[in-house]
C-alpha cells in the first residue's frame, strides 16, 4: 500500500509496483487523507486483510506529507496541518499496520538534524562525515519538528514493524521542484545566484523508490535508516548539472551564500546523509546523485521545460 501516492515519491513508488506486477493498492490525498483517523483504518484494515491472502508480505509505504516548509514556518494553519500530516498521521498509520500485521516504511528527512555535521568524525576519506541514523536530532524548523516527532510516533506504534527512512533533496516528475525550477529560470535569465555553502545529496524519487521496495521487500531489522543519491554537492552545483544538461553554460550559474538568500525556513548548511547504515542492511546503495539526474532527464524529458521535449 501507497500513501501519498500523488506526490514525487508516491508516484514513482506505485508506478514501480505496478510495472512489477505486484498488487498494490496506492492511494491519493483525495483517496485517503491520513489524517483521518477511522479512514485510515478502513484502509488498512480492508488492503491487510486482502494482501494477507496471498503470499506478498503486507507493507505500506508512507510517501504522504506536508512539504510545503516555508509555510510551515510563516502560516499557524500550516503549522497546524504540518503537525496532523507529519507528526499525528504516521502514528495512526503504523498503528493501524501494528494491528492488522503489516509493516510500515515511513519516508522522513535531513531536517531533522541541525545541519551543523556530526561532532566529532570524519568520513573514511578524510572529509567531513554524513549523518548516522543515531546522531542527535536537532531540528532548526517547523518542518524539521514535525517530521521528527512522527518519526517517534511510528517507533513507538510499530515498534516490531517500522522502518523509518530519512532521505533529502528529492525530485521527481511529478509536481514543482528545484531541478524544473533551474530549467525554467535557465530560460528566463542570462545569470543565476544560486546558494553554494549547503551541503547535501540530490536524490531522484524514482531511485529512492526503488531502494525503498528493495527495503519492503527485504528482511532489514526494525530501525531507521539512510538513503539519498550518493555523493555530495551544493545547491550551486546540483544547478549547475542542470544546465549541463540543458546544454547551456554552467558558468551562468553563480554561487551565493544563504545569508544572500534569505528564507522562512532555515535549512541545514549540512544535510548530508550517510549510506553505511542503509548499505549495512544489505540494501543496494542509490546510484551517485549526477548520473541519476541524466536518467532522470531522459525519463522525464518535461523537467527540462518544454523545449526540451523530445
Ligand atoms: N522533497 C524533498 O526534497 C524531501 C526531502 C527530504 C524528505 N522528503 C520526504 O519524502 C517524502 C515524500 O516527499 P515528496 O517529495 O514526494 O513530497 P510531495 O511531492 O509534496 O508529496 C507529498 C504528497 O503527500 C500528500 N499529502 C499531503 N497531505 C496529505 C494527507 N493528509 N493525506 C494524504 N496525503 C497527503 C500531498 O498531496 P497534496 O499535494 O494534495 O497536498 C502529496 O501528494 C515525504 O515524507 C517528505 O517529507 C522530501
Not at 207 to 223: F, I, T
Not at 228 to 256: H, I, K, Q, S, Y
Amino acid at each position: 500500500m501507497v500513501t501519498g501516492a500523488g506526490g514525487a515519491l508516491g508516484t514513482d513508488l506505485a508506478g514501480l509496483l505496478r510495472a512489477d506486477g505486484e498488487r498494490v493498492t496506492a492511494l491519493t490525498r483525495a483517496e485517503l487523507d491520513i489524517t483521518d483517523a477511522d479512514a485510515v483504518e478502513r484502509a488498512v484494515a480492508a488492503w491487510a486483510g486482502a494482501d494477507r491472502a496471498g503470499d506478498d508480505p503486507a507493507v505500506l509505504l508512507n510517501a504522504a506529507a506536508f512539504t510545503a516548509v516555508d509555510l510551515a514556518e510563516t502560516d499557524p494553519d500550516a503549522a497546524r496541518a504540518a503537525h496532523e500530516v507529519n507528526t499525528v498521521a504516521p502514528g495512526l498509520l503504523a498503528a493501524a499496520c501494528a494491528r492488522h500485521g503489516a509493516r510500515i516504511v515511513h519516508v522522513s528527512t535531513d531536517y531533522v538534524f541541525d545541519g551543523a555535521g556530526p561532532a566529532g568524525r570524519s568520513a573514511p576519506d578524510g572529509g567531513r562525515a554524513g549523518y548516522e541514523p543515531d546522531d542527535p536530532t536537532g531540528p532548526a524548523g517547523v518542518y524539521g519538528r514535525t517530521k521528527e516527532a512522527g518519526e517517534q510516533r511510528v517507533r513507538e506504534a510499530a515498534p516490531e514493524a517500522h522502518h523509518v527512512v530519512r532521505t533529502a533533496w528529492v525530485y521527481g516528475g511529478t509536481g514543482a521542484n528545484f531541478v524544473r525550477t533551474m530549467a525554467r529560470l535557465a530560460g528566463e535569465r542570462d545569470t543565476l545566484h544560486v546558494v553554494d555553502d549547503q551541503h547535501g545529496s540530490p536524490t531522484w524519487s524514482r531511485d529512492l523508490a526503488v531502494g525503498l521496495v528493495a527495503l519492503g521487500r527485504s528482511g532489514a531489522a526494525p530501525g531507521t535508516l539512510h538513503a539519498t543519491g550518493g555523493g555530495v554537492t551544493t545547491w550551486c552545483g546540483l544547478a549547475r548539472a542542470v544546465f549541463e544538461e540543458l546544454g547551456a553554460d554552467p558558468e551562468r550559474v553563480r554561487g551565493c551564500t544563504t545569508a544572500e538568500f534569505p528564507r522562512p525556513a532555515p535549512r541545514p548548511a549540512w544535510s548530508v546523509l550517510s549510506p553505511a547504515s542503509w548499505t549495512a542492511a544489505g540494501l543496494p546503495a542509490l546510484r551517485p546523485w549526477r548520473e541519476a539526474l541524466s536518467a532522470a532527464v531522459v525519463r522525464h524529458p518535461e523537467l527540462l521545460g518544454p523545449a526540451a521535449v523530445r
